[in-house]
Nanobody, 120 residues
């Protein structure tokens, strides 16, 4: 099983980044997918989640209106378009897979993470 994130980097406040997560080794379309971030010295925070067929989507209040999650089950890819980035978005971003959709879902698989740094 592999979840590989890409697209992180350093941007100035107000900038944009598009994160991608490519999955292999499991049936991607059977799993809800999430983006979870961890800022330095802080715990993990669920940023966004999307159900298997994209009918259910969750965003943390801190990113609503700025981030857009999507998935393409045909190519086993999860994406996170991040616009109007703020310094408080600085974190390592992980994609994670779970059989259940929901805020309390237990994650079965994790990626290695990609660093996002936003400078003010």
């Amino acid at each position: 099983v592999h979840l590989v994130e890409s697209g992180g980097g350093s941007v100035e406040s107000g900038g944009s980044l598009n994160l991608s997560c490519t999955a292999s080794g499991f049936t991607f379309g059977h799993y809800a997918m999430s983006w979870v971030r961890q800022a330095p010295g802080k715990g993990r925070e669920l940023v966004s989640a999307i159900s298997t067929g994209s009918s259910k989507i969750y965003y943390a209040d801190s990113v609503k209106g700025r981030f857009t999650v999507s998935r393409d089950n045909a190519v086993n890819t999860l994406s996170l378009q991040m616009n109007n980035l703020k310094s408080e978005d600085t974190a390592v971003y992980y994609c994670a897979a779970s059989l259940d959709y929901g805020l309390a879902a237990a994650y079965d698989y994790w990626g290695q993470g990609t660093q996002v740094t936003v400078s003010s």
